[in-house]
T-cell receptor, first 115, second 114 residues
Framework: GAGVSQTPSNKVTEKGKYVELRCDPISGHTALYWYRQSLGQGPEFLIYFQGTGAADDSGLPNDRFFAVRPEGSVSTLKIQRTERGDSAVYLC?????????????FGEGSRLTVL | AQTVTQSQPEMSVQEAETVTLSCTYDTSESDYYLFWYKQPPSRQMILVIRQEAYKQQNATENRFSVNFQKAAKSFSLKISDSQLGDAAMYFCAYKTNSGYALNFGKGTSLLVTP
């Protein structure tokens, strides 16, 4: 596609449930990032993929969060045993040049609400 | 750790006027990159302008320009001839030369009035 696509756009779930958020990056972009944006805050880095491997997952808040990118394109962010504090917009971005001034192209995010 | 501070939670400007959004950052690095991103209600972050720290000349992109003061660690965004479509959240962001993760400020909400 022309841009970064994220699904679902909105997700409402109950505390304790499992959630998957999907990101389809721009074709040819080897770098993929997940960010979390809580209400009234700027995006916070979660994880960075270069190709199929997670080059840096230091931003994942705990072991309930996990992300995969098995074929080096689409990525899935997985959240187990969701908590109310997980409610946020989850943004995905991709780029051709991960370092330096390389531009990140963002999707419209998935808004997760945990009741 | 690098931090980015945007001290203006909200700003307002009249259409066709000029507004400046402030950003300061803290770093011990000498080589890095600074960015301004715009986030409209659609939630999609869009790059407005970027600045390489090694360049002394301030970046400009049409109506958008920056005032980069490296010694003061200040990176403000000036929007000239403001338009209704400029209304959005604006985020300042920092990235080291060797890094890949953007470090964002908390954002400034810009309101444009007719």
């Amino acid at each position: 596609g022309a841009g970064v696509s994220q699904t679902p756009s909105n997700k409402v779930t109950e505390k304790g449930k499992y959630v998957e958020l999907r990101c389809d990056p721009i074709s040819g972009h080897t770098a993929l990032y997940w960010y979390r944006q809580s209400l009234g805050q700027g995006p916070e880095f979660l994880i960075y993929f270069q190709g199929t491997g997670a080059a840096d997952d230091s931003g994942l808040p705990n072991d309930r969060f996990f992300a995969v990118r098995p074929e080096g394109s689409v990525s899935t962010l997985k959240i187990q045993r969701t908590e109310r504090g997980d409610s946020a917009v989850y943004l995905c971005a991709s780029s051709l040049i991960p370092r330096g001034a390389g531009e990140l192209f963002f999707g419209e995010g998935s808004r997760l609400t945990v009741l | 750790a690098q931090t980015v501070t945007q001290s203006q939670p909200e700003m307002s400007v009249q259409e066709a006027e000029t507004v400046t959004l402030s950003c300061t950052y803290d770093t011990s690095e000498s080589d890095y990159y600074l960015f301004w991103y715009k986030q409209p209600p659609s939630r999609q972050m869009i790059l407005v302008i970027r600045q390489e720290a090694y360049k002394q000349q301030n970046a400009t992109e049409n109506r958008f320009s920056v005032n980069f003061q490296k010694a003061a660690k200040s990176f403000s965004l000036k929007i000239s001839d403001s338009q209704l479509g400029d209304a959005a959240m604006y985020f300042c962001a920092y990235k080291t030369n060797s890094g890949y993760a953007l470090n964002f400020g908390k954002g400034t909400s810009l309101l444009v009035t007719p």
